[in-house]
Every structure is written in structure tokens, then in C-alpha cells.
């Protein structure tokens, strides 16, 4: 069941920046995955980030992974073309 999870306390603090990774865990001896927030360091979170790859949705096995890209494709500028 993707609502259940391990509850997880994170501090965040003004003024910082914090970097949360998901990662999964086995949550039962029937190999179930859990999903568990941890933060890591921003050295970390940059290297991760460069390995980022996209899947097709059809395959994606969580209900909260979006069908569609939720974010605004940036427009992109021509040489020479003004904002």
C-alpha cells in the first residue's frame, strides 16, 4: 500500500537549504517497499541529480508519481532574441 510509509522527523532551519532524497526500504519479510525521506548532503543531492533519468509512467509503480510532466517546459530563447 503506497499510503503507508516510515514516519520520519526532518529539521529544517531558516535561512539553510535542505536536500531530502526518497529512498526505499523492505518493509516486511513479503519484500514490500516502504518509501523513507532522508536528507543528505548537498555534494550528494548534486551527484544524484546528475543520474536523475526519467521512466514511462505506465511504468511507474507508485499512484503518486504524475502521468505528466507538472512542471512548465522552460521557453526556449534564440540567439539574438529578446526576453
Request: net charge neutral; charged share 35%; proline share 6%.
Amino acid at each position: 500500500n503506497d499510503e503507508k510509509g516510515v514516519p520520519v522527523s526532518i529539521e529544517i532551519q531558516a535561512g539553510k537549504k535542505v536536500f531530502i532524497r526518497q529512498d526505499w526500504r523492505t518493509g516486511d519479510s513479503e519484500g514490500s517497499l516502504l518509501p523513507v525521506w532522508n536528507t543528505v548532503a548537498q555534494d550528494t543531492a548534486r551527484r544524484d541529480l546528475l543520474f536523475l533519468t526519467y521512466i514511462d509512467a505506465d511504468k511507474a509503480t507508485s499512484k503518486a508519481v504524475p502521468k505528466t510532466e507538472p512542471r512548465e517546459s522552460p521557453r526556449l530563447m534564440r540567439r539574438g532574441e529578446a526576453e
